[in-house]
């Protein structure tokens, strides 16, 4: 059964810095597609960025960059110049055999950032 | 505006009452997904479906009932009501494969006294 594992509770970061947010996951599948997800204190789940496993590069939009390393089955979060809109829970989360689209998406329990000015 | 719409956004439930949950999307999504999310648990699926017709339990599916008659609409049934339900219930849908990102409605606060 897939699992997603995001180890920091909570973690600060000045404003202007970059901050990384950590995700493992674990899977029997080859074909699978990783997901990170924001929450800010309004409640809504915003998506933000993807990198499916046969993806040779690490996804980037924007500021938001993911650290895909598929041996260390890993996919961390790069947030670069961080704002102060950037404070929000964070979630990891992992969807197995991407490319049929059968499988649900299953979530890590998340990481809260907070930005300091 | 397209998009997930979740009905309604709050609501307070006496133990053993029921009601639904009610979730529509307009993007010919085949795929829906209700979750619930509770402090410190992250999101954790309840139960989803891959097209009309077709549904399968996730991981915390008991006392919840779903069906999925039409590709719009994808109702969350509780059957009977208990503090333990008491969550915040987000609904989700995206196409089938591929790197679609979900789109999550804005969430059911439910209160179950």
């Known amino acids: 059964a897939q699992k997603i594992t995001q180890t920091q509770p909570g973690m600060f970061v000045q404003e202007k810095e970059a901050v990384t947010l950590d995700c493992t996951y674990d899977t029997s599948d080859q074909s699978y597609g990783l997901f990170w997800y924001k929450q800010p204190s309004s409640g809504e789940m915003i998506f933000l960025i993807y990198q499916g496993s046969y993806d040779e590069q690490n996804a980037t939009e924007g500021r938001y960059s993911l650290n895909f390393q598929k041996a260390r089955k890993s996919a961390n979060l790069v947030i670069s110049a961080s704002q102060l809109g950037d404070s929000a829970m964070y979630f990891c989360a992992m969807r197995d055999g991407a490319l049929s689209g059968n499988t649900p998406l299953v979530f890590g329990k998340g990481t809260r950032l907070s930005v300091i000015a | 505006n397209a998009g997930v719409t979740q009905t309604p956004k709050f609501q307070v439930l006496k133990t053993g009452q029921s009601m639904t949950l009610q979730c529509a999307q307009d993007m010919n999504h085949e795929y829906m997904s209700w979750y619930r999310q509770d402090p410190g648990m992250g999101l954790r699926l309840i139960h989803y479906?891959?097209?009309?017709?077709?549904?399968d339990q996730g991981e915390v599916p008991n006392g919840y009932n779903v069906s999925r008659s039409t590709t719009e609409d994808f109702p969350l049934r509780l059957l009977s009501a208990a503090p333990s339900q008491t969550s915040v219930y987000f609904c989700a849908s995206t196409h089938r494969g591929g790197n679609y990102g979900y789109t999550f409605g804005s969430g059911t606060r439910l209160t179950v006294v």
């Open positions: 479906s891959v097209g009309a017709g077709i549904t």
